[in-house]
């Protein structure tokens, strides 16, 4: 289920055809899932309640064709990596992946090795490679010590990513992850800007927000719901990975990434202290080749013209917004390590206030 299951239409900007990420050409997302074991902690063994997701730019080689990016934190309480590079030399070479914060250095050992497979001159005559990684702290159901996601769950993610529907909740990456203390986990939303020429597509990994805060399209939803299986996780952190076919730079995508913290303020939280809220953003249409064959290269760059950069900033809000409601409503209640359960939003609590404050 998706937030416009409700018969609500959030935002002015119409949604792309799957109302994901994967609207932006291209795109292709992947997901890993591992659910296993019950009952008490057994450090190494389980339960385990994790996972990785894989965003692709594009199909192509990503080292040989790099993609424009930008990167914003909006708080660094957080174990992201190539995030400098990125900064630096303004482009992405490797498909993006999220799991979770201990596993992080498993997986970016994954995807070099991926990198490595597909790249044989990798180290040798081509240089070496920036992996991009991603995390969420899901260790409330997750056997986090464990850091249980290998190398064979990075490349099948990678190679598994599909365009189409994008599955949302308890997958991948946001298997364990919590939001607003309920249930959370992957989510994605699209929008179309400037009459439909360009499109921006977001999906994120939820585990941030503390329950009074939950905002869903401007309804108390958190504060009405206050004593509803308390106490769970206190506020964690969120990824969001920002896609458009808009042809923007470095600069431009950087300016695109640090509009997400207007999306993620809209659902309530505060970016607390002790979260990790960063925000990847890249552009599809102007590839750059690893090994160019000319010194200059003409590329098309969108003008900064106020309705068009205005549009575009109205576009990732809103979509960085609805992919975080869709990650709440689609998760369902999980029971992980010590019976520690993190329950989902109640779908009739959501239709009663939402009738409620007149949102239907």
């Known amino acids: 289920m998706r937030l416009r299951d409700f018969g609500i239409t959030p935002g002015r900007l119409p949604a792309g055809t799957l109302n994901a990420i994967t609207d932006v050409p291209g795109v292709k997302v ?18 385990v309640r994790t996972g990785t997701t894989a965003v692709l730019p594009h199909d192509g080689s990503l080292f ?10 909006i708080n660094g309480f957080g174990k992201a990596t ?12 490797t498909p993006i ?45 997750n056997d986090l010590r464990g850091r249980h996601v290998h190398e064979a769950h990075v490349w099948a993610a990678i190679d598994g990513a599909s365009g189409g529907a994008v599955a949302e ?34 999906l994120v990994q939820t585990n941030h927000g503390s329950r009074a805060e939950l905002m869903m399209l401007g309804v108390p939803v958190g504060l009405h719901l206050l004593e509803d299986h308390l106490p769970q996780p206190g506020p964690g952190s969120i990824m969001m990975v920002l896609a458009t076919d808009a042809p923007l730079d470095s600069r431009q995508l950087t300016r695109l990434a640090a509009r997400a913290a207007f999306g ?36 098309t760059r969108l003008t900064e013209g106020e309705k068009a950069t205005n549009e575009l900033f109205l576009a990732a809000v809103e979509s960085v917004e609805e992919a975080i409601l869709n990650a709440l409503v689609a998760a369902e209640t999980m029971t992980g390590r010590d019976g520690n359960t993190l329950h989902a939003l109640p779908h009739e609590a959501i239709s009663h206030w939402f009738e409620y404050y007149r949102r239907t």
């Not at 995030?83 to 630096?88: D, H, K, N, P, S």
């Not at 986990?185 to 800007?193: D, E, F, N, P, Q």
Request: glycine fraction near 18%; charged fraction near 15%; charge should be negative.
């Open 264 to 299: 993620l303020a809209r659902t309530g939280t505060v970016s607390h202290d002790g979260s990790g809220d960063f925000v990847i953003a890249f552009s599809t249409p102007n590839r750059w080749a690893h090994e160019p064959a000319e010194i200059e290269q003409p590329v």
């Open 82 to 93: 190539g995030f400098e590079q990125i900064r630096t030399r303004g482009v992405i070479e």
């Open 30 to 47: 992947g997901h890993v899932t591992l659910i296993s074991g019950e009952g008490a902690l057994q450090q190494g063994t389980g339960p």
């Open 97 to 141: 992946l999220l799991t979770n914060t201990l596993n992080i250095g498993r997986v970016s050992d994954g995807l070099i090795g991926y990198m490595l497979r597909q790249n044989p001159d990798i180290g040798l005559t081509a240089g070496t490679v920036s992996p991009v990684v991603g995390e969420c702290n899901d260790g409330f159901l």
């Open 64 to 73: 040989r064709e790099k993609v424009p990016a930008g990167v914003f934190t």
């Open 169 to 202: 909740g308890c997958v991948g990456a946001g298997t364990g992850t919590a939001c607003y203390q309920f249930k959370g986990g992957i989510g994605t939303s699209s929008r179309m800007a400037l009459d439909g020429r360009y499109t921006v597509g977001a």
